[in-house]
Every structure is written in C-alpha cells, then in structure tokens.
T-cell receptor, first 111, second 113 residues
Framework: GEDVEQSLFLSVREGDSSVINCTYT??????LYWYKQEPGAGLQLLTY?????DMKQDQRLTVLLNKKDKHLSLRIADTQTGDSAIYFC???????????FGAGTTVTVRA | DTGVSQNPRHKITKRGQNVTFRCDPI?????LYWYRQTLGQGPEFLTY????????KSRLLSDRFSAERPKGSFSTLEIQRTEQGDSAMYLC???????????FGQGTRLTVV
C-alpha cells in the first residue's frame, strides 16, 4: 500500500525487545493491524487496534497508536528466534473491508 | 474447520496460457477476498465478494482477470493469456460479518515463464 509505510529491515538480539514502526496517511482509518508472515506460510493476524485507542497489550505484544502523527508501532518483548518473520502493518478505512498493507518489515533475530 | 484452503499451492505456466486458482474459505464466512503479493511487497487488494456478489474490484484486476463465487462458498480466480508480470503469490482470505479478523490461506504461487 502506497499509504502505509514501514522500515524494511530490523535485526535484534534474542531476548531484547523489537520495535517495528509504521506510518499511515489516511485519517479515516478505522482499524490498524499487525500481520506476521513466515516463509512458505500465509499471513497470520497478530493483533489489531481500533483507531480511537492509544495502546493495546497482548502478552508479549504492545501496540501503540499516535493518531496525531499517524504512527503505529509494534513492540515484541523478549524476542525469540521464532519471531523471525516479515511483519506487515495494515489498515482498513471507514465503511470498507479491504486491507491496505505496508511493504513489510523483515525481522531477523540473532543469537 | 481447516481454515482457508487454496489450490494449487504452486503453478508454473507458459506465457499466454490460462490459469485458474481455487479458494475454499472458512465455512460460514460470507466475505471472501483475493490479494496479490509480489516479492518484497505487501499484499495488494484485487477483489471482494459478499456471499456470491462481487462488490468491489481493484484497478489491478485487468480484463484478463476474472473471479467468481457462484454459490457463495468457494471462489475461483482465472487469469487469461498470462504474462510474466502476473508472476506473484495470489492470496485468498475470508471473514464473517461479526469478526474483525480476515483469515488468510497459504496462497498460490504463480510463475509465468
């Protein structure tokens, strides 16, 4: 999606926290999502946040939303080797069901 | 329920040939979506069905592409006269009216040679 931008790569040491950032341009976004894609696998929804929320926490995952700056982040605590994957930020707009994806951030976890 | 199923998983075809992919959504999901993902990019929306009705088509869906969902269950995506630029992963997803989450299949990887 041309309206959703992400940094392309992130390298993190096992046990550290990972932070993946995303910016979007459409202020009418209703839901913002983080999907995970492992090699040879489909997309797996990790978490989502409604646009009127600031934060959502789910076990090792924390999503922060800054509506003013149109900035979304995903923090993964205690990153494990199994977290190595491509992470996609996505949005849906008001009265719309289709997802607009960013290009994805490739996260590599090193020992 | 085994999730969203797509067949075939891989397809290699010669330029100019027609190909057809199938998607079986999660049963009872009335919404079905097709996306295309090229290397190094995120998925791009192609088309959307609500039951058997095709409600939206992207500009990416040229005249060579056609999608159907005849009985509101499985869907097919056909590409006629394939071109090398059609090489991509074609992803299908489904959801229900009551859920935020769209569940994705593993995709069909098309290679046009």
């Amino acid at each position: 999606g041309e309206d959703v931008e992400q940094s392309l790569f992130l390298s993190v040491r096992e046990g550290d926290s990972s932070v993946i950032n995303c910016t979007y341009t459409d202020s009418s976004s209703t839901y913002l999502y983080w999907y995970k894609q492992e090699p040879g696998a489909g997309l797996q929804l990790l978490t989502y946040i409604f646009s009127n929320m600031d934060m959502k926490q789910d076990q090792r995952l924390t999503v922060l939303l800054n509506k003013k700056d149109k900035h979304l982040s995903l923090r993964i605590a205690d990153t494990q080797t199994g977290d190595s994957a491509i992470y996609f930020c996505a949005e849906t707009l008001s009265n719309d069901y289709k997802l607009s994806f960013g290009a994805g951030t490739t996260v590599t976890v090193r020992a | 329920d085994t999730g969203v199923s797509q067949n075939p998983r891989h397809k290699i075809t010669k330029r100019g040939q027609n190909v057809t992919f199938r998607c079986d959504p999660i049963s009872e999901h009335n919404r079905l979506y097709w996306y295309r993902q090229t290397l190094g990019q995120g998925p791009e929306f192609l088309t959307y069905f609500q039951n058997e009705a095709q409600l939206e088509k992207s500009r990416l869906l040229s005249d060579r592409f056609s999608a159907e969902r005849p009985k509101g269950s499985f869907s097919t995506l056909e590409i006629q006269r394939t071109e090398q630029g059609d090489s991509a992963m074609y992803l299908c997803a489904s959801s229900s009216n009551q859920e935020i989450e769209a569940f994705f299949g593993q995709g069909t990887r098309l290679t046009v040679v």
